[in-house]
């Protein structure tokens, strides 16, 4: 069955700090990789998208790496801020395309906690 | 735009009650999807529809049922609710497009049920 593992599954870090969040899939072949950050209480917010042929991409303070040869993605946070605080869920796209709709797979998330 | 609007935020039902979960987005969105967040598990896919009268199954679609007979709404019904349906529930929308498939998704906010 395709999996999508994240470690940890809890951070706590100081305001300023960086931090590297993990995503290891088994999803194969795989068309894209996201990372979704989700505050309490609402719905998932897209932070990068990479196709398979990408292996790296940034928004803002979130740089996303992909190395599809190890089938594993990283999610680092610069500088983090109060408002980091959330959870972060990598979610695999497996095939090669549309058709690949309503089969996403998520991993279960790392919580990630920032304190003053 | 509103975006993924769901409503209600939240609902508390007795096990063998019925509801409907309501979904609109106002983007002109082909997709569409019903997820549920249970505690420590990825989200996990109910039901999706690629367009007007097209649904299909998820992961977990059995006691749901869903319909598509506008592009902007969704609804999902449970038909005979029970405590394991006790969950948060999510829906998204997202454009048929996108390079290697990598569709920008939405969610909405979430309606928080509970099954007495």
């Known amino acids: 069955k395709n999996q999508v593992e994240q470690s940890p599954q809890s951070l706590i870090i100081l305001e300023g700090k960086n931090c590297t969040l993990q995503?290891?899939?088994?999803?194969?072949?795989?068309?894209?990789l996201r990372w979704y950050k989700q505050d309490t209480g609402r719905g998932p917010v897209s932070l990068t998208i990479?196709?398979?042929?990408?292996n790296t991409k940034s928004n803002g303070r979130y740089t996303a790496t992909l190395d599809a040869d190890t089938k594993q993605s990283s999610l680092h946070i610069t500088a983090s801020q109060l408002s980091d605080s959330a959870s972060y869920i990598c979610?695999?796209?497996?095939?090669?395309?549309?058709?690949?709709?309503?089969?996403?797979?998520f991993g279960q998330g790392t919580i990630l906690t920032v304190h003053p | 735009n509103a975006g993924v609007t769901q409503t209600p935020k939240f609902q508390v039902l007795k096990t063998g009650q019925s509801m409907t979960l309501q979904c609109a987005q106002d983007m002109n969105h082909e997709y569409m999807s019903w997820y549920r967040q249970d505690p420590g598990m990825g989200l996990r896919l109910i039901h999706y529809s690629v367009g007007a009268g097209i649904t299909d199954q998820g992961e977990v679609p059995n006691g749901y049922n869903v319909s598509r007979s506008t592009t902007e709404d969704f609804p999902l019904r449970l038909l005979s609710a029970a405590p394991s349906q006790t969950s948060v529930y999510f829906c998204?929308?997202?454009?048929?497009?996108?390079?290697?498939?990598?569709?920008?998704?939405?969610f909405g906010p979430g309606t928080r049920l509970t099954v007495t």
């Open positions: 995503c290891n899939y088994t999803v194969s072949p795989f068309s894209n």
């Open positions: 979610v695999v796209t497996p095939g090669a395309g549309g058709t690949s709709y309503g089969k996403l797979t």
């Open positions: 998204a929308s997202s454009r048929n497009s996108g390079r290697g498939g990598s569709y920008e998704q939405y």
């Open positions: 990479m196709t398979f042929s990408e």
